[in-house]
């Protein structure tokens, strides 16, 4: 009785020595549109243990559109969201949010995409025609408008449509509905490959300093659980570096994601993976950039301050 007295204590003292596993904070995450190249720090972390690390389990949703992202995080259906930085605007309308960091400047990633028998081959070529983008009032029209007034047509050198989503605008340029479309060119890249369309070119060299891509988080969960967002911040840079130093497997992974090709994703990595930001700090020009947009698209009659859209308390991120 004394030995199995004396192994039960033993037992115990060694199950008190050996660390207990934590549980993994679920998270849920939205983002504004997907499949895009640029959001899969999302998948990468979940498949490479990266998220693990910082004590995360994600659950990732589509959106649909930076809005209804918006929407969502407004609502309190999600905690954190991806999308553009024309959806800072939403925390000055009072809307619950916060821009926590910036993971891509330029807007490398709105392109203009045209038929594969298209005569267009530069803006020049565009005047008079019809461009379709699956949201006006959006960065992509303000985009088109900064194009235009480049090209010394004012804001009527070209027509443009809302086509819903990156499925209705490719519909609508296969069907000659449209004579371009604005989306990411993984799309025009696909299309390239099919013999259907082609990458006419970006419109990124109209918005050299901007925020084409950040990550928000609700001011509830930035007040209660700020431990919690730089956990999610590092886990995500954490991601993107693991992404830049390891082209293999984040195309591998890229073509399950985004069901493409491994010679389409090797080409958008070429394109992107220097890109991604690495710390997540906000370009002031770039904010600054974004501010104007929100007057001239009329989301707000005057530029707001810093405070009222982004929080800079956890950038820079160091994972």
Same mark, same amino acid.
């Given at each position: 009785?004394?030995?199995?007295?004396?192994?039960?204590?033993?037992?115990?003292?060694?199950?008190?020595?050996?660390?207990?596993?934590?549980?993994?904070?679920?998270?849920?995450?939205?983002?504004?549109?997907?499949?895009?190249?640029?959001?899969?720090?999302?998948?990468?972390?979940?498949?490479?243990?990266?998220?693990?690390?910082?004590?995360?389990?994600?659950?990732?949703?589509?959106?649909?559109?930076?809005?209804?992202l918006?929407?969502?995080?407004?609502?309190?259906s @999600?905690?954190?969201? #991806?999308?553009?930085?024309? $959806?800072? !605007?939403? &925390?000055?309308?009072?809307?619950?949010? /916060?821009?926590? +960091?910036?993971?891509?400047?330029e807007?490398?990633?709105?392109?203009?995409?045209?038929?594969?028998?298209?005569?267009?081959?530069?803006?020049?070529?565009?005047?008079?025609?019809?461009?379709?983008?699956?949201?006006?009032?959006? @960065?992509?029209?303000? #985009?088109?408008?900064?194009? $235009?007034? !480049?090209? &010394?047509?004012?804001?009527?050198?070209? /027509?443009?449509? +809302?086509?819903?989503?990156?499925?209705?605008?490719?519909?609508?340029?296969?069907?000659?509905?449209?004579?371009?479309?604005?989306?990411?060119?993984?799309?025009?890249?696909?299309?390239?490959?099919?013999?259907?369309?082609?990458?006419?070119?970006?419109?990124?060299?109209?918005?050299?300093?901007?925020?084409?891509?950040?990550?928000?988080?609700r001011?509830?969960?930035?007040?209660s659980?700020?431990?919690?967002?730089?956990?999610?911040?590092k886990?995500f840079?954490?991601?993107?570096a693991?992404?830049?130093?390891?082209?293999?497997?984040?195309?591998?992974?890229?073509?399950?994601?985004?069901?493409?090709?491994?010679?389409?994703?090797?080409?958008?990595?070429?394109?992107?993976?220097?890109?991604l930001?690495?710390?997540?700090?906000?370009?002031?020009?770039?904010?600054?950039?974004?501010?104007?947009?929100?007057?001239?698209?009329?989301?707000?009659?005057?530029?707001?301050?810093?405070d009222?859209?982004?929080?800079?308390?956890?950038?820079?991120?160091?994972?």
């Amino acid at each position: 009785m004394r030995i199995g007295r004396s192994l039960a204590i033993a037992t115990i003292a060694l199950l008190l020595l050996v660390p207990r596993a934590h549980a993994l904070d679920k998270v849920r995450v939205g983002t504004a549109i997907w499949p895009i190249w640029a959001f899969l720090p999302l998948q990468i972390g979940a498949e490479e243990g990266i998220w693990k690390k910082y004590g995360i389990d994600p659950a990732v949703t589509n959106a649909g559109s930076g809005s209804k992202l918006m929407q969502a995080l407004t609502a309190g259906s @999600v905690d954190f969201g #991806l999308s553009s930085g024309v $959806e800072m !605007a939403f &925390g000055a309308k009072g809307a619950p949010i /916060r821009a926590i +960091a910036a993971f891509a400047g330029e807007p490398r990633t709105v392109t203009v995409i045209v038929p594969a028998d298209s005569p267009v081959k530069e803006p020049a070529d565009l005047k008079g025609k019809l461009i379709i983008m699956p949201g006006v009032a959006s @960065v992509s029209e303000w #985009l088109v408008w900064q194009m $235009e007034i !480049a090209q &010394g047509w004012g804001k009527t050198g070209l /027509r443009t449509a +809302a086509g819903g989503s990156i499925a209705g605008c490719l519909a609508a340029l296969r069907s000659h509905q449209a004579d371009a479309m604005i989306g990411p060119p993984e799309v025009g890249y696909l299309l390239e490959s099919r013999h259907e369309g082609q990458v006419a070119f970006s419109l990124a060299r109209y918005a050299p300093h901007f925020l084409a891509h950040v990550i928000y988080a609700r001011t509830s969960v930035i007040d209660s659980d700020p431990a919690l967002v730089e956990r999610f911040l590092k886990g995500f840079f954490a991601s993107v570096a693991y992404m830049k130093s390891h082209k293999e497997e984040t195309t591998r992974i890229a073509v399950k994601a985004l069901d493409s090709t491994p010679e389409i994703m090797n080409r958008i990595y070429d394109d992107l993976a220097s890109w991604l930001e690495s710390d997540g700090r906000f370009d002031p020009q770039g904010i600054e950039t974004l501010k104007t947009s929100y007057i001239e698209l009329g989301i707000l009659d005057k530029k707001p301050d810093n405070d009222q859209i982004l929080t800079e308390r956890f950038v820079p991120v160091k994972p």
